[in-house]
């Protein structure tokens, strides 16, 4: 065997095992998509919209598993896929925002109430204690009611 015998067979070798991934990414994208679909048919529609971002990881990875002129030709797939995304994104954002409220109900539940007493907030701006009679620092000084020089 020469040299260019040995060139054509890794090149060939090459092209096999490329063949290879693709057949398995296709039997691995056949199986996720059976799964997938044996699922969603047998869950219940309210468990489905719960479980739109686990459909939604599983569908991705069957993109990233097929070459997009074989998605090209199922547009119905791609249009399923899209809607899939959006219910996805729509649980996501608002599990944040159930999440969201219930860190800000914890946070200020578990606050001292005793910090700074509410007698002695600013009467102007409500946020910082008063210094100079019922006026915080701040305010007091837009107000013109400090006193200037010493105190």
């Not at 065997?1 to 060139?7: A, H, I, K």
């Not at 990881?57 to 990233?64: F, P």
């Not at 102007?124 to 000084?141: I, Q, S, V, W």
Request: proline fraction near 5%; charge should be positive.
């Amino acid at each position: 065997m020469n040299n260019r015998d040995v060139e054509e067979l890794i090149e060939q070798r090459k092209r096999l095992m490329f063949k290879q991934k693709a057949l398995n990414d296709y039997e691995e994208a056949i199986a996720l998509m059976d799964a997938v679909v044996h699922v969603a048919e047998n869950m219940h529609p309210e468990m489905f919209l719960i479980a739109t971002p686990v459909f939604k990881k599983h569908m991705t990875r069957i993109n990233s598993l097929l070459p997009d002129h074989l998605l090209k030709e199922y547009p119905e797939y791609m249009e399923f896929y899209k809607h899939i995304c959006d219910m996805a994104s729509n649980v996501t954002e608002f599990q944040h925002g159930l999440d969201r409220r219930a860190k800000l109900i914890k946070k200020r539940e578990s606050r001292p109430a005793d910090i700074v007493q509410q007698g002695t907030m600013c009467s102007r701006c409500n946020k910082r204690p008063r210094k100079f009679d019922d006026l915080c620092g701040r305010c007091a000084e837009e107000t013109g009611v400090r006193p200037k020089g010493k105190v």
